[in-house]
């Protein structure tokens, strides 16, 4: 059976966007190890309301890494300790009897606090709605194996498709820059034979709706640190040489020139 | 009276290209002058409201996430099938169509089955196009898997995230339309209530999750991609926001609902731990193509799995089933675990699991193979358990993961209020009593890429030059002030327990009643213990908080109440089908060899029930199914 702990966490606080924050001191008791990071939370809000106080409101759902919604920085970290792991899948074995555990929601000017550990991340939304698609109407495809891909092609294109979309990489980064998450989407579509009509007016308009939200890449890394699917910072460097050659190749312009 | 379900006449492989010429269109450019509300942006809702929007409808589209990107979709790891015989093994649209029938246990409509086999191919070939990173041969090509219930490789898959990459694909499909106008996107807006005039669907009244505010929304039609009612069980595979609400509030408004007591449990997630556990997690089915799963054949084994020799361990699917072994269906799969268990002879330190053993697959493959197929599995498992899967058999048992059960459906996917659709795992019509691995995202693309597309405009044609009801009707501000009253009231009871307290036993009776396995006296049970609880609900609950603001305790509050209610009537419904088929095992009704046995003679239909009030129960409908061309054999798959 799986061993307790006893821990003291630093929760911070927020009733709403424009409510003055802090932190509020809680004691979890009896934790048992195999609980997950969120079950705690879970704990301690049915103590809440035990008490009649209003329980902490944090982002999750799926519980299982994959939605991307869960998110908060857990002693500074975003997702906390673990290496590529996000935080409903972060599990209390990691922590020791006695620690204090400061939690806060993502630190970014693009990711107002809704409430407590709640942030707004819809700029990321943006970013896609500017260009992260392949325009292939339904009904307009041709057979899925008329274009052949080379599994290595395929393969990188995954890995940059994994991403969450959870914004761990921005509320990490020094800057708040979204480099990460813009270079995974990028990188994912113009990486794909299908992906190449509409390769540079897509690193253009991304890069660009990016600019209008998030900072600069300074090439700090700790995005990649913090990602939960681990994607690579070498996708930023496909980012940069694609958002270059766009103001080269963008069609657009092409006649405009001379 | 259930309304005719619109099934069209003919040989069954041309009814859905005859109908689709026989029904009405709208023109191109009539096409903007109708609004069409989604609500859920998963496969079902993403792909229908991008669909839509390319088509030239307006298109309101509502989730409750922050982003549409998080429905539950996102997480489905195996595959999706598809008919394309790229294996050379043999499939063909028929088979895909027999085994899904068939897998069903003969309680879906053929007709829905068929033309589902039919646009599997169109889906590969569109999600291609979008760019999913499906798995490729070193060539280029696309690969395969097989998954449970089938003896053909037809299921594509992206690494273990396949949900994940074809929701992307809707999703940026949506957005693009999003970009163009003809989308409206709307997040953090959860739909409270069905808003229906003179008999026909007209609009939705929505609460702003983040704001708490409580608005009315109008269109032409409305669909309802909402998912299922997995969480009935508290502990279920589940999101823990997925519930049954939207789909309930449109029940309570007339929409009957079909065969709720067809709920799927899933063989392989990991068992439970402890009792703080919130969710249980899948380890997918694809699992299974190379796992063995296992017990020891003594029930007291203390030794560890690694130490029990071959001669003592007990294969028992393979054993049991040597033609489809390990992949048998999920059903077979999920009810056989628990006799084990059953039996004593599970795993674990609770002894509630069975092994899942990789160990004879890396030997033949390669640790390298098989980290490459399911490597992401393997590292959940690793994350949520401690153990390494790679060294150890991963221990797994069944839990609730998908329900076939849902709104009832015509051919044209309207529910009985005419404008009201259920798309996706809302509603009922293709899997019948059991859904086969990889088709739940195959059924969602489908019904929102290439079914509803087509079949809304049979409604809407007559409907040109229509206005929309205002949202200042009455209809509208009643549906609000029922809404507004309702939240109120959750904040004014001042009992003593949370929400989530009560989901949770409310979870316990429906797994102990209405789980795996079900008899009249348990289900009996379950009516007047699901009631009292409910009454002790609603006089003890404990809500804190604004109703202004992000307040979850709201949110769970309504999600739980109608969870109470849908409980009551899966136990009615499983109590009336005194027949076992599919994910329905009623102990009353099996064969010497303890396989579901069913009743084709009286039970081949589907069961629709219809509201009567909050204080009366609900009025049982039937739709006789008729099987053109499947014969109705006892599933075997040995």
Request: charged share 25%; proline share 5%.
């Amino acid at each position: 059976m799986s061993e307790t702990l006893d821990l003291t966490l630093n929760v911070w606080r927020q009733e709403g966007p424009n409510g003055a924050g802090r932190f509020e001191t809680y004691a979890a008791r009896n934790i048992p190890t195999d609980a997950s990071f969120l079950e705690m939370l879970d704990v301690i809000n049915e103590e809440l309301i035990e008490q009649g106080d209003v329980p902490i409101e944090f982002p999750h759902d799926c519980r299982e890494g994959i939605c991307g919604t869960c998110g908060m920085m857990i002693n500074g970290r975003a997702h906390g300790p673990e290496k590529g792991t996000a935080t409903c899948q972060l599990h209390m074995r990691k922590f020791s009897n006695g620690d204090t555990i400061d939690i806060e929601p993502w630190r970014a000017v693009a990711f107002p606090v809704v409430r407590d550990l709640v942030v707004d991340r819809s700029p990321l939304d943006k970013i896609v709605e500017s260009g992260g698609y392949i325009t292939a109407p339904t009904g307009t495809a041709p057979d899925a194996n008329e274009i052949p891909i080379p599994k290595e092609v395929a393969d990188s294109a995954m890995d940059a498709a994994a991403c969450i979309g959870c914004g761990a990489c921005v509320a990490a980064c020094p800057n708040s820059a979204a480099q990460l998450f813009t270079a995974a989407k990028v990188w994912h579509l113009n990486s794909l034979p299908q992906g190449q009509a509409e390769r540079f007016k897509r690193a253009e308009a991304m890069v660009e709706t990016m600019e209008q939200f998030f900072g600069s890449c300074t090439n700090h890394g700790e995005c990649t640190e913090a990602c939960p699917k681990e994607i690579p910072q070498d996708f930023i460097a496909y980012l940069n040489r694609d958002h270059l050659k766009s103001k080269i190749f963008n069609r657009k312009l092409a006649g405009q020139r001379g | 009276m259930l309304p005719d379900s619109k099934t069209p006449a003919g040989p069954m492989a041309d009814k859905w290209d005859n109908h689709k010429f026989d029904i009405k269109l709208v023109n191109p450019a009539n096409k903007r002058k109708f609004k069409i509300i989604v609500i859920g942006t998963g496969l079902a809702g993403a792909s229908a409201a991008a669909t839509l929007g390319e088509l030239g409808y307006e298109v309101d589209a509502f989730t409750f996430h922050d982003s549409p990107r998080r429905a539950h979709s996102i997480a489905a790891q195996g595959g999706i099938n598809a008919a394309k015989n790229y294996r050379n093994d043999g499939d063909s649209v028929h088979r895909l169509f027999y085994d899904t029938v068939k897998g069903g246990d003969y309680r879906s409509r053929e007709a829905n089955v068929h033309r589902l086999a039919q646009v599997s191919v169109d889906i590969i070939d569109q999600m291609a196009a979008q760019g999913v990173p499906f798995a490729r041969e070193y060539g280029g090509l696309l690969d395969n898997r097989s998954f449970g219930g089938a003896q053909v490789s037809r299921t594509f898959y992206a690494r273990g995230q396949t949900g994940q990459q074809l929701l992307l694909g809707a999703y940026q499909q949506m957005m693009r339309q999003v970009a163009v106008g003809k989308v409206k996107l709307h997040t953090q807006m959860e739909m409270l209530d069905l808003v229906v005039k003179d008999g026909h669907a007209c609009g939705i009244v929505c609460r702003n999750l983040t704001t708490g505010e409580i608005s009315s929304h109008s269109g032409h039609a409305v669909v309802l991609a909402t998912g299922g009612y997995g969480n009935v069980f508290y502990l279920s595979t589940n999101a823990m926001a997925c519930n049954v609400t939207a789909a309930w509030r449109a029940h309570r408004k007339g929409a009957f609902f079909a065969n709720p007591c067809f709920t799927q449990i899933h063989p392989t997630c990991i068992p439970v731990a402890d009792e703080f556990q919130s969710k249980l997690t899948l380890m997918s089915e694809s699992l299974r193509n190379d796992g063995r799963i296992w017990v020891p054949r003594t029930p007291d084994e203390t030794r560890g799995p690694t130490q029990v020799p071959e001669s003592e361990r007990y294969y028992y699917l393979e054993e049991k089933y040597p033609a489809f072994g390990n992949l048998v269906p999920r059903d077979v799969a999920s009810r056989n675990a628990k006799t084990v268990v059953d039996q004593g002879m599970g795993v674990g330190p609770l002894k509630n699991g069975v092994y899942l053993d990789f160990a004879d697959a890396i030997r033949r493959d390669g640790r390298d193979t098989i980290e490459e197929k399911y490597g992401n599995l393997f590292q959940m498992y690793e994350r949520i358990t401690g153990e390494d899967p790679y060294a150890v058999p991963m221990r797994i048992y069944p839990a609730t993961h998908y329900t076939m059960g849902g709104l009832w459906v015509d051919y044209n996917l309207m529910t009985t209020i005419p404008g009201l659709y259920a798309t996706g795992e809302a509603n009922f019509s293709d899997h019948g009593a059991n859904r086969l691995g990889a088709s739940a995202l195959m059924q969602g693309l489908a019904d929102g890429y290439f079914v509803l597309p087509y079949t809304i405009g049979d409604y809407l044609a007559p409907r040109l030059g229509d206005v929309p009801v205002p949202t200042d009707d009455p209809v509208f501000k009643a549906a609000e002030q029922g809404v507004r009253e309702r939240i109120r009231h959750f904040l004014s009871i001042g009992g003593t327990k949370s929400p989530d307290h009560f989901h949770r036993e409310l979870g316990k009776l429906v797994w102990d009643y209405i789980g795996m396995a079900r008899n009249a006296t348990g289900l009996e049970k379950a009516i007047t213990e699901v009631k009292a609880l409910s009454e002790e609900f609603w006089a003890d609950l404990r809500v804190l908080g604004a109703a202004d603001t992000l307040n979850s305790s709201i949110e769970k509050a309504g999600r739980v109440a109608d969870f109470f209610e849908l409980a009551e009537l899966m136990a009615r419904d499983a109590l009336d089908r005194n027949e076992s088929c599919g994910g329905h095992f009623r102990e009353e009704s099996q064969t010497e060899e303890n396989e579901a046995l069913r009743d084709d003679e009286n039970y081949a239909h589907v069961s629709a029930w219809e509201w009567n009030g909050p204080d009366t129960p609900q009025t049982k409908n039937t739709e006789q199914l008729t099987f053109e061309v499947v014969k109705l054999t006892q599933r075997s798959y040995k």
